[in-house]
């Protein structure tokens, strides 16, 4: 587990008035290990925010906005990072003092978008209702529960994401499996 204050200090800026002359971000915090040593190298991996004014925490959209130095053309290395960030499992865990579901679907579509557009898999959002420290434990929806089920699932979940041409059977799930009658 790492937590992204640990490692960012600075947004992004525009790298074309900010890049070093060899292609590396000028940013002297430590986003790069964060990136490179962890983030890229992963399978899968979960991100935790609350929620604040209906979107992700500003450290949390600051990772995302960070990426942009090393996928875009202008980083030497933008092949091998794009490579890094493509085919992961993506899970999602959020914390928020409304019990209104809809306050958190820009954050739910704006994962789902970015598992899209890096062909990743966004398999699995838990909810946790609160706001006081430690209040999320009392969430009569056992949020608790469904962030340990999310890890003891993670990399085995099924993942769907069906398009118009995707070749696929008639079902979604086996038609017999140990305990259920088809």
Same mark, same amino acid.
């Given at each position: ?12 800026? =525009? ?8 292609? $590396? ?39 995302? =906005?960070?990426?942009?130095? #090393? ?21 999602? +865990? ?13 954050? +739910? ?13 966004? +398999? ?13 434990? &009392? ?12 890890? &003891?699932?993670?990399? $085995?979940?099924? #993942? ?6 995707? $070749? &696929?059977?008639? &079902? ?11």
């Amino acid at each position: 587990m790492h937590f992204i204050d640990d490692f960012i200090s600075s947004f992004l800026r =525009d790298c074309r008035s900010c890049r070093l002359p060899g292609g $590396e971000c000028a940013i002297t915090d430590r986003f790069r290990t964060l990136f490179f040593d962890h983030f890229l190298p992963a399978q899968g991996v979960v991100f935790c925010s609350p929620v604040y004014w209906y979107g992700l925490s500003a450290q949390t959209k600051a990772f995302f =906005d960070r990426t942009f130095c #090393y996928y875009a053309a202008s980083y030497p290395g933008s092949a091998e990072v794009i490579e890094g960030m493509t085919g992961k499992r993506v899970g999602l +865990v959020l914390a928020s003092e409304e019990t209104y579901p809809g306050a958190s679907l820009g954050i +739910v579509h704006q994962l789902q978008e970015y598992s899209r557009y890096t062909r990743s898999e966004f +398999v699995g959002i838990v909810r946790g209702i609160g706001n006081s420290r430690g209040e999320v434990a &009392r969430d009569p929806g056992s949020p608790l529960l469904a962030a340990e089920q999310l890890g &003891r699932e993670f990399f $085995e979940r099924k #993942y769907s994401d069906f398009r118009l041409d995707t $070749e &696929r059977s008639g &079902r979604v799930w086996p038609l017999s499996e140990p305990g259920i009658n088809p």
